[in-house]
Structure formats: structure tokens, C-alpha cells
């Protein structure tokens, strides 16, 4: 039983469940309120970019967490990856992998002053890869479950999640570490590129680089 998922909101369709989880924070939900929805019309990802996924196929949900701790986006992370399996990998910060391609994405977005964060996740649970428009075909992967799965695989996730959250962060790290996908791969970001040499104390990314050892906060990293 997980403290996680109650109060529970859900809508068959909606703009974007951080943006309304965001909402309910700020009007005092408590820890662990969730918004589900079957469908987003404008699901929010990194960057700024958009999160699409085919209708009822994927769980899409956001948690509010009052004081989270400060490793949160790696406690999602390996909380994810441990529901897809042994095989998962984490691309660091948190996007989880499973055969190179992309099964989940996790979106944090806080108000540390006010010592909460929404924790968004979208996991292609029940995804048919193969029907997913082009541009996303050759990168997004799913668990191959059935639509049935859904519901379950977010109790599960949930419990990982609390689990996680309260783990010491040498645990949580060495979690992490042992499913890091970058370390020893050349990598770039906007600013440069290296080679990815592992996770710091911090949870930061490590690179090698021509001009010395660099260590980056947050942000997206690229192979190649
Ligand atoms: C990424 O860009 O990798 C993060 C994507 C996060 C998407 C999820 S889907 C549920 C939640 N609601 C949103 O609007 N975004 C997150």
C-alpha cells in the first residue's frame, strides 16, 4: 500500500496532467495527490517540448510532492526503469530505455521555496510502437502490455516511487549507476562534448573533456 495516489483525480481527456497537478498544489493538495488522465492534449515535456501519446495506451500522471527530496528526478528515474525490468536503462537525467528506444519520459517541475514539485511521468505502457507517427516510431519504445496493464502498472509505480523517495541517496545512487546508459559514450550538449564518465554525489553527469573534467546540473544530453 503506497501513501501515494490519494487524492485521486482523473480525466478522460486533458491539456496536461502536470498543469493541473501544478494547479492543485498551489491550491494546497496534499502530498501525494494524483492527476491520470487517458489522453493529453498538450502533455508538457523537457525542454519546452511537447509529449504526445496515443489515446489510453500510455499511463499519463503527475504527483504532487510537498518537501521532495533533492535527488527526486533520479528517484523517478530508477522507480521506472525497475517496473520495465532488469533490461531498462536510465539516459540520464531520467529518460528511461529499454533496447535503445525511449518508453517513458519524466517532467519535474517544482517551487522549491514553497517545498513542492509535481512529478510528471509518461510511460508507454501499452504503446504500438509501430503505429505512432514517423517521427517518433524510430525513437519511442513501450512496454508491450495491454491496455489492461495501465491502471495496475501505476499502483506498482507508485509504491516504487514512495519506496524511492525516502532511500538512502548512496542506494539510490548506486541504483542509478548500475543502469547508467551514457557512461563511457561520446556525448554532446549545447554547450560542448565528452565523454560521459558517470553520476556524481550529486546526481550530476560527469563528462571528460579535452579541456578537463565538467559536470552538468541539467539539461539533455546527446549521444555522438
Ligand atoms: C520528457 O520530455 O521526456 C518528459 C515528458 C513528460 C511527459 C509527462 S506525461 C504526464 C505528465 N504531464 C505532462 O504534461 N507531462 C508529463
Not at 58 to 80: C, K, M, N, T
Amino acid at each position: 500500500m503506497t501513501s501515494l495516489g490519494v487524492p485521486r483525480v482523473h480525466f478522460r481527456r486533458v491539456d496536461s496532467t502536470n498543469a493541473r497537478a501544478r494547479g492543485l498544489a498551489e491550491a494546497g493538495a496534499p502530498h501525494g495527490t494524483v492527476v491520470t488522465a487517458d489522453e493529453q492534449s498538450a502533455g508538457r515535456g523537457r525542454q519546452g517540448r511537447t509529449w504526445s501519446a496515443p489515446p489510453g495506451q500510455a499511463l499519463l500522471f503527475s504527483v504532487v510532492l510537498r518537501d521532495p527530496p533533492r535527488l527526486l528526478p533520479l528517484a523517478a528515474g530508477i522507480a521506472v526503469a525497475e517496473e520495465a525490468g532488469t533490461e531498462a536503462r536510465i539516459k540520464w537525467p531520467n529518460d528511461v530505455l529499454l533496447d535503445v528506444r525511449k518508453i517513458a519520459g519524466i517532467l519535474v517541475e517544482g517551487r522549491p521555496r514553497e517545498r513542492w514539485a509535481v512529478l510528471g511521468i509518461g510511460l508507454n505502457v501499452a504503446v504500438k510502437v509501430d503505429e505512432l507517427p514517423p517521427e517518433l516510431r524510430d525513437r519511442a519504445g513501450s512496454l508491450e502490455r495491454g491496455q489492461a496493464e495501465i491502471e495496475p502498472t501505476l499502483n506498482r509505480l507508485l509504491t516504487r516511487i514512495e519506496r524511492w523517495l525516502v532511500a538512502p541517496p548512496r542506494a539510490l545512487l548506486e541504483a542509478v549507476r548500475a543502469r547508467d546508459d551514457l557512461r563511457g559514450r561520446a556525448i554532446r550538449w549545447q554547450a560542448g562534448h565528452g565523454e560521459a564518465a558517470g553520476i556524481d554525489d550529486d546526481g550530476r553527469l560527469v563528462v571528460l573533456t579535452k579541456a578537463g573534467q565538467v559536470v552538468l546540473e541539467a539539461g539533455e544530453v546527446h549521444l555522438g
